[in-house]
């Protein structure tokens, strides 16, 4: 069945034959055209049998393809896919390849088009931008291959069932390690905070990295060693620093395709990362209607992937989030002054005041910064020119709820804690500058 299965004809195909009809139509009023039309009907029938031999009966295993990415893909990020294809044939094709890329994305349109000489091997190319965490699966590898005759499609299928887990950014928390680390911060929005200086308190000698101050090179041990080495100074104590994230129903609003709440995720993660290579403690914190998940801060780099796995796993509901319930928690159980950043979002000021007695509850023993955000598409609206009565309201109102959020951070700071309003697209980058902001001012 396989040889009947995987036959397809195509247009020309269709068309050798219609030209066929009509010449035995024009035949009836025409006698002498009909010997020519059985002429051209039979080279028509021979030249698909032999296209039909050539593409199912030439070798065991013509064709292969096979899909080729990451064990997993990060969520919010371009992810690079690879289909590797090769010819076995002894003759050219032209290949149509549809790869069925999970539903998630809602593309039915992913299809190619190459053609391979025989034995060549080919590598395509094309990206998926997932803006959800979950696992994924991938449908067949398509091939459909046409020899030079052009009549006749065989269609093979490689590679089914495939699946994939999409995991919070990773790939965004790579990309501020290594900024962090060539000192290129200032080039992505990151501020430049001059220290005040640091501590002289000796910890070890060790091998020169780029960055590392000149003024530490420990010249005697360079001599020895016959390579440059620094100085080490012990420059603070560790300090524990939480990610509190808010899963209640104010986080699943979305932006550009992606929750506020995997906004946050990915921005957790990278900061997470961020504080252990700044040698401090990262733990982590969800909850919504009650206390969902709970990691004591620790600066050991498995804490890393403790977090990962957790914050895969995490989702939104439509429930009203326990702010009480948390402070409750955090105030039996983290007894050591820790910076907390929370992620929520506060669309009124009638809304932060009903959680604002939890808040200075917290920032008594602790330093608080507040991040949510806002809300882009008002800030467009902002900037139209309104041209009827109905925009003249809908800016009105926009100009409303813009007032309510800089009150909102007026407010928070009044009363003595930190607050952070950032588009959701640059989350990450000013969550991260005011974790270093924070440790170059000592306020932690």
Known sequence: MQYIRNLYLTKRFFALIIASCVMFVIAFLVPSLFAV??????????????????????????????????ERLS????????????????????????DEIPFQFQKRDVLFKASLRPDEEKKLTYVLHPVKRGVYEFGSINVYCISVIGLVKRRFKFEQGFKVAVYPSFLQMRKYELI???HRLHEHGLK???????????????????GDDPRAINWKATARKSQLMVNNYQNEISQSVYSIIDKGRVMKMPFEGMSLLDYSIN????LTNAIIRKNDKAGLITFSNKLSTWLPASKKISNLDNIIRILYKEKT????SDFESLFLHIRKRINQRSLLILFSNFESVVGMRKQLPFLKGLSVNHLVLVVFFENTELSQLLNERPDNLEDIYN??????????????????????????????????????????????????
Not at 44 to 55: Q, T
Not at 267 to 270: G, K, Q, R, T
Not at 424 to 439: A, D, Q, S
């Open 395 to 444: 800016k009105t109102i926009a100009e409303k709820f813009s007032y309510d959020k800089r009150l909102i951070v007026k407010e928070l700071n009044a009363n003595g804690i930190y607050s952070l309003l950032t588009p959701p697209n640059k989350l990450t980058m000013n969550v991260i500058n005011k974790y270093l902001e924070f440790k170059t001012r000592g306020l932690i």
């Open 180 to 182: 962090a680390i060539s």
């Open 75 to 98: 969520n919010g990020d371009d992810n690079d896919i690879y289909l590797f294809l090769k010819n076995n044939y002894f003759f050219p094709v032209h290949t149509e390849i549809i």
């Open 192 to 210: 430049r905070i001059r220290k005040p200086g640091h501590s002289t308190e000796f910890e070890t000698i060790r091998s020169y990295t780029t």
């Open 37 to 70: 039309a059985k002429v051209l009907l039979g080279v028509i029938l021979l030249l698909f049998l032999v296209d039909y031999s050539m593409l199912f009966f030439s070798r065991r295993k013509p064709f292969f393809a096979r899909r080729e990415m990451t």
């Open 317 to 320: 509901n439509f429930l009203e």
């Open 267 to 270: 921005a957790s993660l990278a």
